[in-house]
């Protein structure tokens, strides 16, 4: 089994199976063992095959007398994943890609190497391919051009304008970065940098966040001795202002109403310097599970994890200084990282996330104390489930206004992502980060005072 016939096998339980692909190859890395090289190969190939689905599949369809759904799906995805390496990976020399595709069709089925041959030798032949102009045709043009479905193309050059979309498209193609947020209870950012130095990792402090450091490689984080000694944990310098934004203070309580995996959450208690008490939900028991074990690595003892759909436990939960509903969403902000949403996802799908988060923003709301503060929070770009979800809450709930995030955040946040509303609205390509939306709300009393 090398890196192409096992990327092969991945592609096909995602295109049969409907497997994600982070699952479809952790799978695949349990049941065999490569070298670090060949998994590295194996994953950019698998990622970037799916990332860029639909260009690839207009790249193949004219030298095919048939429609590439009609294929086997090994032939299908052999095909894909070879277009991939000829158009993306400057590294592999075409010739050398289509020798392998030849050779793994032999051993599936001998008779349909020629075909595989022909096929991928016309599509290098045919040069680099002709997208539809930009003038007559913009939508489809950078559908194909950044690979991301027409219609979510054509829904964020409404919200955004053409040239932002097709920024926040590209953007979306880039490699993420890893980043970590260290523990300030147990280590300082030069401590674990130092750490991280002695042990051959390069990296540097975050420019959006004060607790966050940025990886210059990619690395087996579980290895590195700073986690494991809870040092550190995993997260997205977006998703790091999202605690700042809540501003948690020693002896608070707060609900963080969908919890898992435990990032937010636990970035609140170390804010608060562990002290005071954080009612973590989450309706799925093993990902309360997972908020367990990053609490119990981190050291931490003020976060008390409970499972259950939140509008079912609000009512024996009481009030709070502060509730964060990182709400679920569509994910678009996280595109880069999981290139399935954007071809799993449809308008219908944004529209009925968008009536779970205006029920749960509203229900959350009555847990908050008067005085109290309400941040609302979402890993997506999409205005239905960012802006109309508070502008609807400010229109029925007139105890609730809107707090500017001027004092918590970076002036480097304010100032490219702020919103004159007071909302932030982080897009992937300001800082080569997650896409985040954050708005932070405070409850007036009953006279709105």
């Given at each position: 089994?090398?890196?192409?016939?096992?990327?092969?096998?991945?592609?096909?339980?995602?295109?049969?199976?409907?497997?994600?692909?982070?699952?479809?190859?952790?799978?695949?890395?349990?049941?065999?063992?490569?070298?670090?090289?060949?998994?590295?190969?194996?994953?950019?190939?698998?990622?970037?095959?799916?990332?860029?689905?639909?260009?690839?599949?207009?790249?193949?369809?004219?030298?095919?007398?048939?429609?590439?759904?009609?294929?086997?799906?090994?032939?299908?995805?052999?095909?894909?994943?070879?277009?991939?390496?000829?158009?993306?990976?400057?590294?592999?020399?075409?010739?050398?890609?289509?020798?392998?595709a030849v050779e793994?069709?032999?051993?599936?089925?001998?008779?349909?190497?020629?075909?595989?041959?022909?096929?991928?030798?016309?599509?290098?032949?045919?040069?680099?391919?002709?997208?539809?102009?930009l003038e007559k045709d913009p939508i489809?043009?950078?559908?194909?051009?950044?690979?991301?479905?027409?219609?979510?193309?054509?829904?964020?050059?409404?919200?955004?304008?053409?040239?932002?979309?097709?920024?926040?498209?590209?953007?979306?193609?880039?490699?993420?970065?890893?980043?970590?947020?260290?523990?300030?209870?147990?280590?300082?950012?030069?401590?674990?940098?130092?750490?991280?130095?002695?042990?051959?990792?390069?990296?540097?402090?975050?420019?959006?966040?004060?607790?966050?450091?940025?990886?210059?490689?990619?690395?087996?984080?579980?290895?590195?001795?700073?986690?494991?000694?809870?040092?550190?944990?995993?997260?997205?310098?977006?998703?790091?202002?999202?605690?700042?934004?809540?501003?948690?203070?020693?002896?608070?309580?707060?609900?963080?109403?969908?919890?898992?995996?435990?990032?937010?959450?636990?970035?609140?208690?170390?804010?608060?310097?562990?002290?005071?008490?954080?009612?973590?939900?989450?309706?799925?028991?093993?990902?309360?599970?997972?908020?367990?074990?990053?609490?119990?690595?981190?050291?931490?003892?003020?976060?008390?994890?409970?499972?259950?759909?939140?509008?079912?436990?609000?009512?024996?939960?009481?009030?709070?200084?502060?509730?964060?509903?990182?709400?679920?969403?569509?994910?678009?902000?996280?595109?880069?990282?999981?290139?399935?949403?954007?071809?799993?996802?449809?308008?219908?799908?944004?529209?009925?996330?968008?009536?779970?988060?205006?029920?749960?923003?509203?229900?959350?709301?009555?847990?908050?104390?008067?005085?109290?503060?309400?941040?609302?929070?979402?890993?997506?770009?999409?205005?239905?489930?960012?802006?109309?979800?508070?502008?609807?809450?400010?229109?029925?709930?007139?105890?609730?206004?809107?707090?500017?995030?001027?004092?918590?955040?970076?002036?480097?946040?304010?100032?490219?992502?702020?919103?004159?509303?007071?909302?932030?609205?982080?897009?992937?390509?300001?800082?080569?980060?997650?896409?985040?939306?954050?708005?932070?709300?405070?409850?007036?009393?009953?006279?709105?005072?």
């Amino acid at each position: 089994m090398n890196a192409r016939e096992l990327a092969l096998q991945v592609l096909i339980a995602i295109d049969d199976q409907s497997a994600y692909s982070n699952l479809a190859l952790q799978s695949a890395f349990s049941r065999h063992s490569l070298p670090a090289n060949d998994k590295g190969l194996v994953t950019e190939i698998v990622y970037g095959t799916v990332q860029r689905s639909n260009t690839i599949d207009y790249r193949l369809q004219p030298f095919l007398k048939q429609p590439l759904h009609r294929l086997d799906s090994w032939v299908r995805n052999l095909l894909r994943l070879t277009v991939y390496q000829i158009d993306y990976l400057e590294r592999v020399p075409a010739f050398a890609a289509i020798h392998e595709a030849v050779e793994i069709a032999k051993r599936r089925n001998a008779r349909l190497s020629g075909f595989m041959n022909a096929v991928l030798r016309n599509v290098v032949r045919s040069g680099k391919p002709n997208f539809p102009s930009l003038e007559k045709d913009p939508i489809r043009h950078y559908s194909l051009l950044h690979s991301h479905p027409e219609w979510l193309v054509k829904e964020w050059s409404d919200q955004y304008g053409l040239d932002e979309t097709a920024a926040i498209c590209e953007a979306n193609n880039d490699r993420p970065s890893l980043s970590l947020r260290v523990n300030r209870l147990r280590a300082s950012i030069e401590e674990v940098l130092s750490a991280l130095k002695a042990g051959g990792v390069n990296a540097h402090p975050s420019l959006l966040c004060p607790e966050g450091i940025v990886l210059e490689a990619g690395v087996d984080v579980a290895k590195l001795g700073a986690f494991r000694d809870g040092l550190c944990t995993v997260q997205d310098e977006s998703s790091m202002l999202v605690a700042r934004c809540v501003d948690p203070k020693p002896g608070m309580r707060i609900l963080d109403a969908c919890a898992a995996p435990g990032g937010k959450t636990t970035h609140l208690a170390e804010c608060m310097e562990d002290q005071g008490e954080i009612v973590a939900a989450d309706i799925h028991e093993h990902k309360v599970g997972l908020i367990r074990n990053a609490t119990a690595r981190l050291g931490l003892s003020s976060i008390q994890p409970v499972t259950g759909d939140i509008r079912e436990l609000l009512p024996t939960l009481g009030e709070f200084d502060a509730v964060l509903l990182d709400a679920p969403c569509s994910g678009f902000g996280v595109i880069r990282r999981k290139p399935d949403i954007k071809w799993r996802k449809s308008p219908e799908n944004v529209a009925e996330i968008q009536e779970i988060q205006q029920d749960l923003i509203l229900r959350v709301a009555d847990a908050v104390k008067p005085g109290g503060v309400l941040v609302y929070s979402t890993c997506t770009i999409e205005r239905k489930e960012n802006d109309e979800i508070i502008r609807t809450l400010l229109e029925k709930r007139v105890d609730f206004q809107i707090e500017p995030l001027d004092k918590l955040l970076p002036d480097v946040v304010r100032k490219r992502s702020g919103a004159p509303e007071g909302w932030v609205q982080v897009l992937p390509h300001h800082f080569g980060t997650d896409g985040f939306f954050i708005c932070r709300l405070r409850k007036m009393s009953a006279t709105g005072r």
